[in-house]
């Protein structure tokens, strides 16, 4: 049975949970700058994390720019380490606020009520299958994987929760999809140098990228429609 929380002590743990994830990346942030060169760290900081946040490019960009930046200027192996860590860890935050507050998304008048309903259909025609679980987990880490445009953090998220799955396994698969896909990018760059960025960047592949990733977008919002009028016709 679900205790209910005094309205003060609601406020509160209600803002904890919206600036959490904001205080953990800031304190992450933070404890890099004495592991390097205060120039390595705004190169992870701003040119790696801060572009990957806001620019409408995926890791197959941010990483290797970063990387071989960082190569440039002489950074020890632990800098582009952690430099690939930090980008993936620009999802998993990502994950936690909107995990943690997607609750606010099904409070919304209307809105939320469409989601709830659509979350309650997945769940059920995917736990009716031993195998739906899994499967649909370890699609939603290849989505998160994939070094295009439109599949990080946010919309693995979204899609997880909207699947009806537990907000601790959307944040796993997104965590180990955004690794999965920070971590090759940034071997690339490490073996293959400019050359690969050059490739990557250019006009051809970035359109390549853009129109995969709205695709496979696509795709899944159509899994997750699929899904829910099977579990409406189940119902009836």
């Not at 950074?75 to 999802?91: M, N």
């Not at 760059?189 to 129109?211: D, E, K, N, R, Y």
Request: hydrophobic share 60%; charged share 10%; net charge positive.
């Amino acid at each position: 049975m679900t205790v209910a929380r005094p309205p003060v002590a609601e406020a509160f743990f209600r803002a904890g949970l919206f600036v959490l994830p904001f205080a953990i990346a800031f304190v992450y942030i933070v404890s890099l700058l004495p592991l390097m060169p205060i120039e390595q760290w705004r190169a992870i900081v701003f040119g790696g994390m801060g572009l990957y946040l806001v620019a409408p490019v995926g890791t197959e960009i941010v990483v290797p720019t970063v990387v071989i930046y960082l190569q440039s200027v002489g950074a020890a192996a632990h800098v582009l380490v952690l430099a690939v860590a930090s980008i993936a860890l620009v999802d998993v935050f990502t994950a936690l606020f909107f995990l943690w507050n997607w609750d606010l998304v099904e409070a919304v008048p209307g809105l939320g009520r469409v989601v709830r309903r659509v979350e309650a259909k997945c769940r059920a025609v995917i736990e009716r299958r031993k195998w739906g679980e899994n499967a649909t987990l370890t699609a939603l880490a290849l989505y998160v994987a994939l070094p295009v445009q439109m599949t990080g953090g946010l919309f693995g998220s979204v899609l997880g929760r909207v699947l009806g799955m537990d907000k601790v396994k959307v944040f796993l698969a997104v965590t180990a999809g955004s690794l999965a896909g920070a971590v090759p990018m940034g071997i690339l760059a490490w073996v293959a140098g400019p050359p690969i960025l050059a490739f990557l960047a250019s006009s051809t592949v970035q359109t390549v990228a853009a129109v995969a990733g709205i695709l496979i977008t696509v795709a899944f919002i159509a899994a997750v429609v699929w899904l829910y009028r099977r579990g409406r016709q189940d119902a009836d």
